[in-house]
């Protein structure tokens, strides 16, 4: 049906920067919510951002204004721009959408999927 690939994951020292992607590609009739969701050794997974179809955004409280949501309709991926990293920000990545997809000739079914997940170490 729908499949998410995430990439942009990987190891910094503090304070630096980095830039998640996912892209969504199958038999996709819509993409509503496009989020980011975090799982850091030993904890549950929380919301990082989301982005609805229409751009509006929503932040965890202690990462706004370090995290950036985005996306682009056009290509089907939202993106996540990091700044500021600190090692508390280390976690696997994961990406949420939830669309609807072509079920058939004449119906759509919806589908919430997730990404495979990348890793974001933050340390000195």
């Known amino acids: 049906q729908v499949q998410l690939v995430e990439s942009g994951g990987g190891s910094v020292q503090p304070g630096e920067s980095l830039r998640l992607s996912c892209a969504a590609s199958g038999s996709i009739s819509s993409i509503a919510t496009m989020a980011w969701y975090r799982q850091a050794p030993g904890k549950q997974r929380e919301l990082v951002a989301s982005i609805t179809s229409g751009g509006n955004t929503n932040y965890a409280g202690s990462l706004k204004g370090r995290f950036t949501i985005s996306r682009d309709n056009a290509k089907n991926t939202v993106y996540l721009i990091m700044n500021s990293l600190r090692p508390e920000d280390t976690a696997v990545y994961y990406c949420?959408?939830?669309?609807?997809?072509?079920?058939?000739?004449?119906?759509?079914?919806?589908?919430?999927?997730w990404g495979q997940g990348t890793q974001v170490t933050v340390s000195s």
């Open positions: 949420n959408v939830e669309g609807t997809y072509y079920a058939g000739p004449y119906s759509t079914g919806g589908f919430a999927s």
